[in-house]
């Protein structure tokens, strides 16, 4: 039963409002374990993966194959993770880190829009949400639903969404709340009561914001979520970085800038759930969230006529990091496909099969398997505890990767 | 002949989504909308001049995969994106820096409407500058005076108000409200103390649903 269906059958908002404190609570808490939680990021526009989570990583090469603007031998390595040059801001965070390489999506591109859903979501069904979305509809809602800085894809769901822009006005106007002594009637009295009544959430939210004020921060959407989270007001983010990464033209040296602009974002985001204690548990934000970074595909090989590089659908990368990923993993690869050998005379970087008993790359063909946004999605499923046959929008024997990336 | 049908759909379905509300006889969020912009005299609520689709959602807006309202009604979710809307727009009015002249003339002609009992006499050059100084009225019955003034801006009569059958005691609640944004004893400046009654009127179901 999802909120909407719950509040349904309560049959009246008094009775919903009076059991909302118990709503508010997750289903891990009030099983009297320590919540956990779960943040997608989606770096907009179609990173290049060359520069990020999967580096070339052997002799430089043709560049009318290959476009990279560095040197391969200078690629850090943590474990068994090859950091490219953008993605270097979250190297402090490798020992908690999988890379999953080799993301299949489509033979031919579809354009951003469903790329980004199939990326987001793992599914190629347009009813349903992001995957946060279908996370929330597994659990009981918290009060301020889904967090987001930009927007939700909610599909046929029914869930809450807050804006995180709308948090500083949420803190402001909910200390005081006025009541009339006369028989009122009127709705949103009723909500904001109710709100009132999550007052030491409320109090916690702005505690931790005033803290990292005190801690020299210019506030905005990123504290506000660590906020939300450590609050107990919401438990689902979903974050939307936009740095111009569509570099069809003039892909040298921008991309790249980008790019790193907006790992730095990611690693600002971990700096700051590192800092958020959860419920005097002893660990922090980031010690019980899941995170899930994709973008909607990764950049053609070499560059084009206006030294651009296109879409690239063919491979791709997420990376995950949560309490039950497993750290400093990578799984997964891709190959690229020179102009020589290519039939369209065109090179290209492709996702590679991977032997389903190692996750790692294999050129034997009979028994790989490819890695498809929906596999990542399935691992993510059983890495968040979430039973598969309540997960609608990953069929439950969908291939997980869990073998290799949880813990 | 298929584009004149075309544009038939199309107008149908843009019809159809800007009718879209929650249940009960809220208005539509493009309604909403427009209804605060209309109060506000065309000035700007920044954010709220085009929201988002999620804030759509929350204020309302059908589901376009099931044709539904998101929630069957106002929730935590409208109360925040409905606040902020609030905020941006009294903000703008009371607060703005901006010193064209037309929004200058627009803000103006508001204020003098909404604080009209305390503005008598100051002339169209002087009412923001007044706005600020003006302070609460010392008595009781001129406070309440004031308070009724603007339940009649924002949410019309007291017959009208109680067709909604939401607000039992009209007197009840403007002392209740006057007691709140203008506290017995304190000497203060009117213009905050108007802001917040504005805030809270805004948020009345008089206001948010059709009559």
Known sequence: ?407 | MKLAISILLLTMALGLHSQASFRGGYKSPQDLLLSLKEKFNGISGSSCDSLSDNDRAAMGDQNMQTGEPFADEPGAAFVTVWSTCLNNYSYNLFYSTDTSPELLAKRTQIVREIMAPLLAGVVDEQVLKAMTTVMVPASEAEREAYIAHLMRWVLGTDEEIQAYGRMTDPKQYRQDLMRHVFPPGVSAYAMEGTRQALLILLKRDEFLMYQ
Request: charged share 15%; with cysteine.
């Open chain 1, 1 to 407: 039963m999802n909120r909407r269906d719950f509040l349904k059958t309560s049959g009246s908002f008094a009775l919903a409002a009076s059991l909302a404190e118990l709503a508010f609570l997750p289903a891990a808490r009030a099983q009297g374990e320590a919540p956990w939680f779960f943040v997608q990021i989606a770096i907009t526009g179609g990173w290049d993966i060359t520069l990020g989570a999967d580096p070339w990583l052997t002799a430089l090469p043709d560049q009318r194959d290959m476009y990279i603007e560095y040197n391969p031998s200078d690629i850090a390595r943590i474990g068994n993770i090859a950091f490219g040059p953008s993605m270097l801001p979250i190297k402090n965070y490798a020992s908690r880190l999988c890379v999953v390489n080799g993301v299949f999506l489509s033979p031919s591109d579809n354009g951003h829009g469903a790329a980004e859903r199939y990326m987001q979501s793992g599914s190629t069904n347009q009813s349903w949400g992001d995957f946060g979305v279908e996370v929330l509809e597994t659990r009981p809602a918290e009060l301020m639903g889904v967090a987001t800085n930009s927007s939700v894809y909610l599909g046929v769901r029914g869930q809450l969404v807050t804006q995180l822009g709308n948090v500083p006005s949420f803190m402001n106007g909910s200390s005081a709340p006025f009541q009339s002594s006369q028989n009122d009637r009127n709705l949103i009295s009723r909500i904001e009561a109710g709100l009132a009544g999550s007052a030491q959430k409320l109090k916690t939210l702005k505690d931790i914001v005033e803290m990292f004020k005190q801690q020299g921060s210019n506030v905005g959407d990123l504290h506000h979520l660590a906020g939300l989270f450590g609050a107990g007001l919401s438990q689902i983010g979903v974050l939307s970085f936009n740095e111009n990464l569509d570099t069809h033209a003039a892909h040298p040296g921008t991309h790249l800038a980008q790019q790193t602009k907006a790992w730095e974002k990611v690693a600002e985001v971990f700096d700051l759930f590192s800092k958020v204690e959860v419920n005097g548990s002893g660990q922090s934000l980031l010690d019980r969230t899941t995170f899930m970074i994709t973008s909607e595909f990764s950049r053609t090989a070499a560059l084009n006529t206006s030294n651009g590089k296109d879409h690239n659908p063919l491979t791709n990368s997420v990376v995950l990091l949560g309490p039950r990923i497993k750290g400093g993993t990578t799984i997964g690869g891709s190959n690229l496909v020179t102009h020589a050998q290519s039939k369209t005379g065109s090179s290209y970087h492709i996702a590679s099969p991977i032997d389903p008993a190692t996750g790692l790359p294999t050129r034997v063909r009979e028994g790989a398997r490819i890695i498809r946004p929906e596999n990542v999605a399935a691992t993510l499923i059983e890495s968040l505890g979430i039973s598969r046959k309540r997960f609608a929008s990953v069929p439950d024997q969908t291939l997980s990767l869990s073998k290799w990336a949880l813990k």
